[in-house]
């Protein structure tokens, strides 16, 4: 669909919804995921500026998550330029984008449209570090789970008495201390404290029920036991009590999934990285990937990769046949303003 028909979509989503629609594409393609970050927020000030005050603005999210102190600034910086805001969910916005969608006056999910808890992990060089595979002495940090953490401390005194239960749990943050440093344990209890500050925060700036607040918190956070846990329309509507939107227009609903078509086409989400792809079969080629999206309906910014690849020949020690590999080079990966696209 070329870019003028993409954007007469959003004028027809706008037109039904009574709104002006922000578009914010995270691409999860295999291979070239992005998440949620803060340099968004200098192209959404340009979005939000060049639309001006609205009555209504609805977000179009689709993300799989990234950092939540920057999902919740941009629920603020959207709320600058709006009496209204809410979020239309085409498929996915788990985690972070979940976080964004607690701070909607109004979700709007589609058949197919998924939240997640909010439960975070960390990433830090003090976490704990796994093998790398086929890297011999080479190990990775991997993100350490805020509820995973909890829970092996709810474990360790579950079956035990009440007698028993401090010593045990001593014993078992000892031994925990010692696998994780515990600075990163520190920060495990600082970023569970923060997140369900963020969920407080934003669900209490449109509901006034604190009871229902907290009930809507403690179910994202610690009340579906896994961060993969998929939430669906109906049950965030009728079992977590968000604010979902009743019996969407079929007409709407039809707009909105043939919108995300268009940017799972664009950003070929579908579609696993791979290198010969890039290099069509030629021995050196450069690739312009694709990767997120930004858009009003006279506006695009997109998050776009360059990379040069090219296939060598490795000979590895003890293996009699000489093996096909690929080096790549960054060649440049920002945010540019593309009317083209």
Not at 163 to 192: C, M, T, W, Y
Not at 248 to 272: A, F, N, R
Request: proline share 6%; aromatic share 6%; charged share 25%.
């Amino acid at each position: 669909m070329p870019r003028a028909e993409r954007h007469q979509l959003i004028e027809e989503i706008e037109k039904i919804r009574g709104s002006r629609v922000l578009v914010y594409f995270a691409g999860d393609r295999k291979g070239l995921e992005t998440q949620i970050a803060a340099d968004i927020f200098p192209f959404f000030l340009e979005h939000l500026a060049h639309m001006g005050l609205q009555e209504k603005i609805d977000l179009y999210v689709y993300s799989t998550g990234g950092i939540t102190i920057a999902g919740y600034g941009l629920v603020n910086l959207i709320k600058e330029f709006c009496k209204s805001f809410n979020v239309i969910i085409p498929f996915k916005a788990l985690s972070c984008a979940t976080l964004i969608a607690l701070g909607a006056d109004e979700i709007v999910m589609t058949k197919m449209g998924l939240l997640s808890p909010i439960d975070p992990s960390i990433g830090s060089p003090l976490g704990p570090q796994v093998p790398v595979p086929g890297q011999p002495g080479a190990a990775q940090v991997v993100p350490l789970s805020v509820e995973d953490v909890v829970s092996y401390l709810d474990l360790a005194g579950k079956y035990v008495g009440p007698d028993e239960d401090k010593a045990l749990i001593a014993r078992a943050f000892e031994r925990l201390s010692q696998a994780v440093h515990p600075l990163a344990l520190g920060a495990v209890n600082r970023i569970r404290e923060q997140i369900g500050f963020l969920a407080t925060t934003l669900l209490s700036s449109h509901i006034e029920d604190k009871k229902r607040v907290n009930k809507i918190v403690e179910t994202l956070i610690r009340g579906r036991f896994s961060h993969d846990y998929l939430i669906g329309r109906k049950e965030a509507k009728e079992i977590i009590d968000l604010p979902v939107t009743d019996g969407l227009p079929p007409e709407l609903e039809e707009k909105i999934v043939k919108l995300y078509s268009e940017y799972d086409s664009i950003l070929q989400l579908s579609v696993p990285y791979n290198q010969e792809t890039v290099l069509g079969g030629a021995e050196v080629n450069t690739g312009i990937l694709n990767r997120a999206i930004i858009e009003s309906n006279d506006l695009t910014h997109v998050f776009r990769t360059v990379r040069e690849v090219k296939k060598i020949t490795m000979n590895p020690p003890n293996v009699p046949m000489p093996m096909i590999g690929y080096q790549e080079r960054m060649l440049s990966e920002r945010w540019v303003k593309d009317d083209n696209i």
